[in-house]
């Protein structure tokens, strides 16, 4: 395992581990779903290219880009969909308490 | 290198539990579908590291692809029909 992809895969682990704190602390859904979609995206795209770094080149290199393609396209796309389904039955996004 | 991959596969199953209490805690519907999302995507990542630490990559890939085609177009599946039911909230 050489040194790049070790730097890829622990630069993913920070964007999973900042994504993981947003949604525990954020105060509704409309501000989780950045955590959620964003950050998320950006460690798994990160995670996958030191993995395929790390495995060379050949088929299972290539099956790994196949997930990872499937990952970054779909997984902004439910995040959207969830927020425009939240969006529609009503739900009013957080407002800041003015005293 | 062994234990470097032992270490992130324990920082994955903790996040998964970081979501875990969003998908539980969630108060309307849509947080337990943003945490369903999250888990899908740590859990896809989580079986290919466990590939790459058995030195199995081969057959371990193949049953992350499946994975991703399940959780990820269910949860879209979902995602559209509460678009267009609407749901309940309190």
């Known amino acids: 395992m050489n040194m790049l992809s070790i730097i890829f895969i622990v630069a993913g682990l920070f964007f999973m581990i900042v994504a993981a704190i947003g949604v525990i602390r954020l105060p509704d859904v409309f501000s989780r779903s950045h955590a959620a979609s964003l950050a998320d995206s950006l460690g798994a795209f990160l995670m996958l290219v030191g993995i395929a770094l790390h495995e060379g080149l050949g088929i299972n290199m290539l099956k790994i880009l196949v997930v990872l393609a499937l990952l970054y396209i779909l997984n902004p796309v439910i995040a959207h969909a969830t927020i425009r389904a939240a969006l529609r039955s009503g739900l009013k996004p957080w407002q800041k308490e003015t005293s | ?76 599946a979902v995602a559209k029909y509460l678009e267009q039911k609407g749901a309940s909230i309190e």
């Open chain 2, 1 to 76: 290198m062994k234990t470097f991959l032992f270490c992130v596969v324990v920082l994955l199953v903790i996040l998964i539990g970081a979501f875990l209490y969003r998908v539980l805690q969630g108060p309307t519907i849509f947080d337990r579908l943003l945490g369903h999302n999250g888990i899908s995507t740590k859990a896809i990542i989580l079986l290919i590291v466990i590939g790459i630490s058995f030195e199995r990559v081969d057959m371990f890939i193949d049953i992350s692809i499946g994975y991703a085609l399940l959780n990820l177009v269910g949860a879209l």
